[in-house]
């Protein structure tokens, strides 16, 4: 069995000094970890914050940035290689490497040029994330309340057109209800989310609605489960907001992010996710929770598992760091789910997306 998570934003880790070939305190994810948990590949986002929506010549450069991290911080001799196919990441499994996939985290980096999406493809990007929490060129955020287009721009309806030619993965993950619509209308492939969570248990924007896991299924797409207890449960939200501990760990991350080689700056972002760890969080068996809910809805076929590690400050209960991520499948045993069922969300609903697309 292949295990994939298709969302960790270990890239950023990198950029604020992490070296993933250790096994770091407070990390997330780094490889010892990733082969404690069994996962033979993952997808590291190179993700680019909304402040560089404005200037997509800064978000370009800030990408590639990322890039060069994560091409610097693996290589054979640390049992990693960047992949690019589903025949790549099982040949890889085989010989025993990790399968380091790459997406794209917030299209703002490609500008108003298809050129420089060729040119992320030709990188090894396999996924785009159109937007992330602000409305960019290509659509629209759930997270704003004003929106810009309604959707998809027209010059966004050309991006998906493009990234079908490619072969690249459209990512519904952060994009508002009607450009997740006109995405659905607009692609002439599956689609996936990479890392999202079912609105009908946690209600939140982020997370889709019922019709909206249907309309991925209807098109043969995925929906890859996030681990992140805000949007696996709406009581989780009050906790946080209730602790203060949320906007005073913002400007301390902030601190941290502007300055990593400081140690008392990372010291302080530790004691933050310290603070974090003790709050009452919803457990881990919670992810299973909305992997039962996409089953019921649409099958087995459509659901998979995208952590969103790196890219969240508090983790699930149980599930503090991707090592842990075999406990996911171990509960969906429990819960009397086949092997082939498991194997299905391990990897195979998200390799045959991949697959199609290309």
């Not at 099982?90 to 703002?108: D, H, I, P, T």
């Not at 993965?169 to 492939?189: E, L």
């Not at 004691?271 to 068996?285: A, C, F, G, W």
């Amino acid at each position: 069995m292949f295990v994939l998570d298709s969302h960790c934003d270990t890239p950023s880790q990198i950029l604020r000094l992490r070296d993933i070939s250790l096994d770091n305190g407070y990390a997330q994810v780094d490889i010892p970890k990733l082969r404690r948990g069994g996962v033979d590949g993952v997808f590291f986002a190179l993700y680019v914050p909304a402040s560089y929506d404005s200037d997509p010549s800064a978000a370009r450069q800030y990408a590639g940035r990322l890039l060069e991290g994560v091409v610097r911080s693996i290589g054979e001799d640390k049992g990693a290689v960047l992949t690019t196919s589903v025949e790549q990441a099982l040949a890889n499994k085989a010989e025993g490497r990790l399968s380091v996939f790459l997406g794209l985290e917030n299209g703002s980096a490609i500008g108003d040029s298809l050129d420089e999406l060729r040119r992320f493809y030709d990188a090894g990007v396999r996924y785009v994330t159109l937007c992330h929490t602000g409305n960019n060129q290509i659509c629209d955020s759930c997270a704003t309340g004003e929106k810009l287009w309604n959707g998809l721009s027209p010059f966004g309806r050309e991006v998906v057109a493009e990234m079908n030619r490619l072969g690249m993965m459209v990512d519904v993950s952060h994009i508002s209800d009607d450009a997740f619509y006109d995405v659905i209308k607009c692609s002439s492939r599956p689609v996936v989310a990479t890392h999202s969570c079912c609105r009908a248990l946690a209600d939140h924007p982020r997370n889709l609605t019922d019709d909206m896991i249907r309309s991925i299924a209807e098109k043969n797409g995925v929906v890859q489960v996030n681990f992140y207890p805000l949007f696996l449960d709406s009581g989780f939200g009050a906790v946080l907001d209730g602790s203060g501990i949320a906007e005073r760990g913002e400007t301390v991350e902030n601190e941290f992010i502007a300055d990593p080689a400081d140690p008392k700056k990372r010291e302080a972002w530790h004691i933050v996710q310290d603070e974090l760890k003790s709050l009452p969080r919803p457990s881990y068996r919670r992810i299973v929770d909305h992997i039962d809910h996409i089953v019921d809805l649409v099958g087995i076929d459509y659901v998979g598992l995208g952590s969103d590690f790196d890219g969240i400050a508090v983790t699930p209960e149980g599930l503090e760091d991707v090592s842990g991520f075999s406990l996911v499948l171990d509960e969906m045993r429990e819960r009397g789910y086949t092997e082939s069922d498991i194997e299905k969300v391990a990897s195979g609903n998200f390799f045959r997306v991949m697959k199609a697309c290309q």
